[in-house]
Each structure stands twice: as structure tokens, then as C-alpha cells.
């Protein structure tokens, strides 16, 4: 059964929501097995990249970077951990907070994670300053949501 055209505004392809929703899968997509040739998730990848940016950060911090809670990170964390790309710690001045410190494994990976970018500007047929453009549009979209809530 066909809709009326009157309902245009509930068509899935004139959905905000679905065209985000549906990049965001190709673009896993794309990343899975460049990902996959360092041994990482997706998730795990945007946590190392975290890391990379500034070691001995605590979870709490890194959830905050991840828009995510504690909670869903820890898993994700104790895979890493597992692997040998981190160490989760105790602060030594306040036992509840939790310190992720990069091995020297997860420090190596950092070089070979550094051919990804490019790849995923490669099948994006855009150029950088496209990409860098629609990253600020989102972003910007990001934080009005935010605010919404």
C-alpha cells in the first residue's frame, strides 16, 4: 500500500535521522577491515585514539570524550587490556578512579594505525576540506542536540 504524498514529511529518505543513521554504517563499514588489520573495533579504535591523544587519563575521562558512560566502557577496556594495548590502574590518591596507561604494544599500534585516516578520505571521494566541513556541520548539530536534552 502506497502512502499519500501529503505524508512526505514521514518518507524514510527525507529522514535527517536515517541519512546519519545510514552514513554511520557505511562508514563502519569501510573501517571494518582496516580495523581488522589492527586487530581493533571500531569502538576499541576510537578508545586507542582517545589513549594516543594523551595517556594515563582515567575512564571517567574517556567516557566524557566517547559520549558514553563509565559502565559501557568498561568491557571494551578489559578486552584492550587483554590484548596488551593497556593497563587499567588504581589512582594511587583516590582508589574509585580508574587510570588507563598505553603498553608499549598499544603505543606500536599507533603507527600503523596512522595509514586509516587517509583510506577513509580515499573512499569518501571528498576531499579533505569537504570532509572537515561536514565534520563541523555535525558537530555543531551534536552539541544543539545536546542542549535539547
Known sequence: MKTPDSDVELHLD???CFALYS???????VYKPLLQELGLTYPQ??????????DGITVGELSTRLITDP?????LLKRLEAEGLLARTRSRTDERVVELH?????????????????CIVR???????QLQSLKQDLIVLRKSLQDAL
Open 45 to 54: 579504535y576510537l578508545a586507542m585514539m582517545v589513549l594516543w591523544e594523551g
Open 14 to 16: 527525507n529522514q535527517l
Open 102 to 118: 598505553l603498553t608499549e604494544k598499544g603505543r606500536a599500534l599507533r603507527e600503523k594505525a596512522k595509514a586509516v585516516p587517509a
Open 123 to 129: 573512499a569518501s571521494q571528498q576531499t579533505v576540506e
Open 71 to 75: 559502565g559501557s566502557v568498561t568491557p
Open 23 to 29: 552514513t554511520s554504517l557505511m562508514m563502519t563499514k
